[in-house]
Every structure is written in structure tokens, then in C-alpha cells.
């Protein structure tokens, strides 16, 4: 303890060469992490034993995943944020060959009619989950190296649209409406932020609405859904069942829950209890001061997440500032989704409540975005005493000036 106020203190004195972690980022996703683990572990107990014949089988697993993503996130951590900027291109390729790959037959695994999955030896790997970090990746690189393009002229503009309409299109053919649905929204986002004109952003999100819209209202399957979710006790046996155990789970937890493991809902009667539907589980054990938790812990992720970007902004890193905008609005949107859905707020949606669901694809990537979001900080502190920018966009100016 001694040596780590030691170390505290040569900080405070020489930010350059030992820059400070971001222990409220830290601490909020080691709290989500630990917590999602135990909410597992008591979400998939009795299913997994009846199942599996191991009470503690997705449990385990889901800790392997854990280790497995802090393992990912050290090593990207490593990585200099200059030489992720260069791959950008390459990360989109990458990103966009995965979300083909899954579509043919024999590579990509269905499950429930739908082909997301590529089977990875130990676990399945949802190529969204990656695909999404990547493409934010890519469009952090675009924004920083032509924000002024993006600002001033429609092309720039409408360049990232463009092929954000070729993921996005990729993302319904398997089909993951949920996964299109965050990924728009977070690019949308993260051009907001570069600066766009108000009304070609304004006109652009219209269209893309409009498009999710009609997408939703053509689709059977999807509107089946959006009935549901407007009325589930109408067929609480059928089509409004995961719903309706969802809210019951809720309402069961009142004040302060009926305590850690002692769920009824989970005992066959909510489906996916410990993948997309874990925040009910949680809500029903830990009550409405779970809630409240679970809520104010991803508050402060996003909170440090734009604040890290704010600080890159002004150290005039731009790539590393539209990264942390993108995996901060990721992040708050996922995870509001997710908790809106398990209340009844928003249509059912398959995705993941971040660093809690069960699932290796989803927190390892997870894994690696806080590792990004801990480079970005890493960096913009290192370098806010010695010089005023890094990574290509920075450089490009730099020379421009001298």
C-alpha cells in the first residue's frame, strides 16, 4: 500500500512518465463485471443442473470469458492508438468479411432461423459483437482524417453513410435488427459529434428511422413483436410470455428484492434468464436498490467515456476522441436497450446487457473496448505535457503548420 501512494505521488509530480488509471472507469467495470458473473451464475443454476448436469456450467464458462477478455484487453492496451489509426481501413475489411462470412452456408451457424454465429472452438462468436468495434474503429480514423470534410460537404458525409448501409444490410440478412438498430445509432452518434450540419444529420437520421421503421412493420416476425411489446398480457401464454415474466420478475423484487438466488422466475418460467434477460433476474433478487445500481454503474462508464474524449479533444487527438464517443454511446445505448426491453419499455431485442450477460462473444469485445477507452487515457494524459496530438490526423496538421 505504501508503494502505491509512493507511485500516487511521482504521478502528481510527473504525469508523462506514469499517467494516472481512471479508477472510476475501472472500478464501474470491474463492479459490472463481478456482479454480472454472480447474477449468472444465480440466473442459470437450476436450468444449467437440468440441462447439463452442472449447476455451475455457464458460470465457469462465462468466467473463462472474463479471463479470456481481460487477457484480449491487456494486449490491446499495448497497442499505440497511432498504429490502430493506420489499421482503420483494414478493420473495416476485416469487419465487413466477417459479416459475410456468416452468411455461407456451412461456415455461419443458425440458431433459431437466424445465421450469426461462426462456430470458434470454445464458444460461438456472434460477428456482430466484434464487427460493431471495428466499424467504430474505421470511423473514428475517417472522422479524424476528414472532419473537415464531413463538416463542409455532403460527401463526406454521406461516404460513412454508405457503408454503414452495406453493414447495415449485412446485419439484416443473417437477420440481427437489434445489432443494426445500436450500430446506426452509435455512428449517427459519433457524427453528431464530428460536427456535421444540423440538417443533412437531421435529414439522414429521418431517412434511417424511416428505413428501421418500415423494416419492422414488413417483417411478420417483427411486427409480432412490436404487438407484444404494446400489449403482452393480451396473450401472456404465447407470444407475450418472456414479457410478461420479465415484468413479473420486476414487480416481485419491490424495494430490496427477495433476495440473492431465491428467484422464482428463473426456475423455468422466464426464457434466457441468463443471457439477454439477466437484468430481470437481478431486479427480482436485488429489488429496486439492484436497479438503481446496476443503472448509476453504467452512468459513470459513459460518463468517463466522454469525458476521456472531451480530454483527447483537447489535446487534439481526434481519432482517440471520436473512439471513446463511439464506445461510450455504445455502451449507454446497448445497455439502455437492454434494460428497456427487460421492462417492457422497448420491443424485445436480442441483445446483451454489456459485461453482464452470459456470453463469450459479448465480453470480450466488451473487454477489449474498456481496454481502448484505458489506451485513450493513457495516452492523452502521456502526452498532454509533451506534445499537443498524436495519431495520423494530428501528425498531418502538425506538418501542415510548419
Given amino acids: ?17 506514469m499517467p494516472r488509471i481512471d479508477y472510476w472507469l475501472v472500478a464501474s467495470v470491474m463492479v459490472l463485471a463481478t456482479l454480472g458473473l454472480v447474477m449468472v451464475a444465480s440466473a442459470s443454476i437450476t436450468f444449467a443442473d437440468r440441462e447439463i448436469g452442472q449447476p455451475f456450467y455457464y458460470a465457469l464458462r462465462q468466467a473463462v470469458f472474463m479471463g479470456v477478455g481481460l487477457a484480449v484487453g491487456v494486449a490491446l492496451f499495448k497497442v499505440r492508438l497511432v498504429d490502430l489509426e493506420r489499421m482503420g481501413v483494414l478493420l473495416l475489411v476485416s469487419a465487413l468479411a466477417m459479416l ?9 451457424v443458425e440458431v ?6 461462426i462456430n470458434a472452438g470454445l464458444f460461438r462468436l456472434q460477428v456482430s459483437e466484434p464487427a460493431k468495434l471495428l466499424f467504430i474503429i474505421y470511423l473514428a480514423s ?9 463538416r463542409t460537404r455532403i460527401s463526406g458525409f454521406l461516404k460513412p453513410i454508405g457503408l454503414l448501409a452495406i453493414a447495415a444490410l449485412l446485419l439484416l440478412l443473417e437477420p440481427d435488427f437489434g445489432a443494426t438498430v445500436v450500430l446506426t445509432a452509435t455512428v449517427m452518434g459519433m457524427i453528431f459529434m464530428a460536427g456535421v450540419k444540423l440538417i443533412q444529420f437531421s435529414g439522414v437520421l429521418g431517412v434511417a428511422g424511416l428505413l428501421l421503421a418500415s423494416l419492422a412493420v414488413s417483417s411478420p416476425y417483427r411486427m409480432n413483436r412490436l404487438t407484444t411489446f404494446m400489449d403482452p398480457w393480451a396473450d401472456p401464454f404465447n407470444s407475450g410470455f418472456q414479457l410478461t415474466q420479465s415484468l413479473i420478475a420486476i414487480g416481485r423484487g419491490e424495494w430490496f428484492g427477495v433476495g440473492l438466488g431465491s428467484s422464482i422466475q428463473k426456475l423455468f418460467y422466464l426464457p434466457e434468464a441468463h443471457t439477454d434477460f439477466v437484468f430481470a433476474v437481478l431486479a427480482e433478487e436485488l429489488g429496486l436498490l439492484g436497479v438503481c445500481l446496476i443503472i448509476v454503474l453504467y452512468a459513470v462508464l459513459v460518463w468517463r ?3 476521456i474524449a472531451a480530454q483527447a479533444v483537447k489535446a487534439e487527438n481526434l481519432f482517440a476522441a471520436y473512439l471513446a ?3 461510450g454511446i455504445w455502451f449507454g445505448l446497448q445497455s439502455f436497450i437492454n434494460i428497456g426491453v427487460n421492462m417492457g419499455l422497448l420491443p424485445t431485442k436480442g441483445l446483451t446487457l454489456p459485461l453482464m450477460s452470459y456470453g463469450g462473444s459479448s465480453m470480450i469485445v466488451m473487454c477489449a473496448a474498456i481496454a481502448l477507452l484505458l489506451r485513450i487515457d493513457f495516452e492523452t494524459r502521456y502526452t498532454a505535457s509533451s506534445m499537443s496530438a498524436s495519431g495520423i490526423a494530428a501528425a498531418t496538421r502538425k506538418r501542415g503548420s510548419a
Avoid at 1 to 17: E, L, T, W
Wanted: charged share 15%.
Fill in 305 to 307: 467515456a466522454f469525458l
Fill in 112 to 117: 433459431n432461423g437466424a445465421a450469426r454465429w
Fill in 142 to 150: 475517417y472522422l479524424a482524417r476528414h472532419g473537415e470534410e464531413v
Fill in 100 to 108: 459475410l462470412l456468416v452468411l455461407v452456408p456451412g461456415i455461419g
Fill in 1 to 17: 500500500m505504501a508503494s502505491v501512494a509512493h507511485q500516487a505521488r511521482m504521478v502528481g509530480a510527473d504525469d508523462a512518465r
Fill in 325 to 327: 464517443y463511439g464506445i
